[in-house]
């Protein structure tokens, strides 16, 4: 039986390989059109299908070559100011695309599906730690295109003997501790890793969007969680998945949250270089606080953190910052 990791030559994809690898799973296949992914990303022995998710029968030749009885999927556009650009582009790619992938899954009887939602779901939430129940309500086409697939997810799980874990990523950052992949793309919009750039000198400042927002020090508040310790979650609920589990959507995040500030103290602390900040207006669209209820992932799946500290969360991505430069030409 084989996993199948859409998206597996991407930032989370490739840590999800490692992950599975790690731990003795080495009957793992890539899909990727490396739209923004990097064929170098992919961890041998994992096989690499340079194809699209959309094209169904080639997902579904795939999955019956590999005897897949798991999916994983992270393929998908992700910068949410693009989607307003976007929208119809977000939609294809996010939404269309997983329609194909999920009625491969089912006419090929695959059973476990876990997918990458976002908590980009909630919108401007009114509460603060948003759990899995509240009112979801996105406020752009990148979270409207996820929660569309969620809503599939639901509808395809009731009809077809398919099971799913919707995993609602708050803030992912950091990179594998062991220093074989990180956030690579180029043109990143993520503070952690624009700040680490600043901080490298590869950007000769940062800017702070928005500082009157309604928290203690006036900037945004975001739930950063480690690379590696979401990876380990979908380890889990794999497993769950394979154990008979039921469907779930969990929050992914560790329940506290930190002030745009506060991350850039962190970068000058943990790299040493006082590097320039800016204060710029606020970027239409960012909600004042996203902070995870993160009880549920823990009870549900065992999940405990092991990369929390958000100094580990920093160290971890400016190792990679400084590790980065040769390999993307690769
Ligand atoms: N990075 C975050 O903070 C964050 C937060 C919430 C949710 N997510 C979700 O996690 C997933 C992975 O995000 P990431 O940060 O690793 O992004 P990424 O851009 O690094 O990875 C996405 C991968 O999917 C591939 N891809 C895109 N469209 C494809 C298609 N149609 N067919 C085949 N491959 C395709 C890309 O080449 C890339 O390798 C995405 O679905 C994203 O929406 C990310
Ligand atoms: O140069 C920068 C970059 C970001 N920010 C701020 O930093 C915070 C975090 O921004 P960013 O790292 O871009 O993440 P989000 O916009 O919170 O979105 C991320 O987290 C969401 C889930 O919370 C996911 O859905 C998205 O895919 C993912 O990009 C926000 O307040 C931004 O305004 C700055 O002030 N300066």
Not at 24 to 41: I, K
Not at 70 to 99: C, E, M, Q, W
Not at 110 to 128: L, R
Request: glycine residues 8%; hydrophobic residues 45%.
């Amino acid at each position: 039986m084989s996993v199948l990791v859409t998206g597996g030559a991407g930032y989370i994809g490739s840590h999800m390989v490692l992950a599975l690898l790690d731990r003795g799973d080495d009957e793992v296949v890539v899909v990727d059109n490396l739209s923004t992914g990097f064929r170098w990303a992919v961890a041998a022995p994992a096989e690499l299908v340079v194809a699209d998710v959309g094209d169904i029968e080639a997902m579904m030749r795939l999955i019956e070559r590999r005897s897949v009885d798991a999916i994983i999927h992270f393929a998908g556009s992700i910068v949410v100011p693009d989607s307003v650009v976007d929208p119809l582009g977000y939609y294809l790619n996010n939404t269309v695309k997983s329609r194909a992938l999920i009625e491969a899954a089912v006419r090929c009887g695959v059973e476990h599906f876990i997918f990458s939602s976002t908590a980009a779901v909630y919108g401007m939430p009114e509460v603060n730690p948003v759990g899995e129940a509240a009112h979801l309500a996105p406020i752009s086409p990148y979270g409207s295109s996820k929660l569309m697939t969620e809503t599939m997810l639901k509808d395809a799980a009731v009809a077809h003997p398919l099971r799913y874990v919707a995993l609602r990523y708050f803030n992912v950052a950091g990179a594998d501790p062991a220093g074989r992949s990180g956030q690579s793309t180029p043109r990143a919009t993520h503070l952690i890793k624009v700040a680490c750039e600043a901080a490298l000198g590869k950007r000769p400042r940062l800017e702070v969007f928005g500082t009157d927002y309604p928290t203690p020090d006036g900037t945004c508040i975001r739930d950063y969680i480690h690379v590696s310790d979401l990876a380990r979650a979908h380890l889990l609920a794999l497993d769950r998945l394979r154990a008979g589990a039921g469907s779930m959507v969990l929050n992914c995040g560790y329940g506290r949250g930190y002030s745009v500030l506060e991350v850039i103290d962190a970068v000058r602390r943990v790299s040493g270089v006082d590097f320039t900040v800016d204060h710029a207006a606020r970027r239409p669209g960012d909600p004042a606080a996203l902070v995870a209820a993160a009880d549920l992932i823990r009870s549900e799946l065992g999940w405990r953190a092991e990369r929390d500290e958000l100094d580990v969360i920093v160290a971890d991505a400016l190792a990679w910052e400084r590790s980065l430069s040769g390999r993307l030409s690769a």
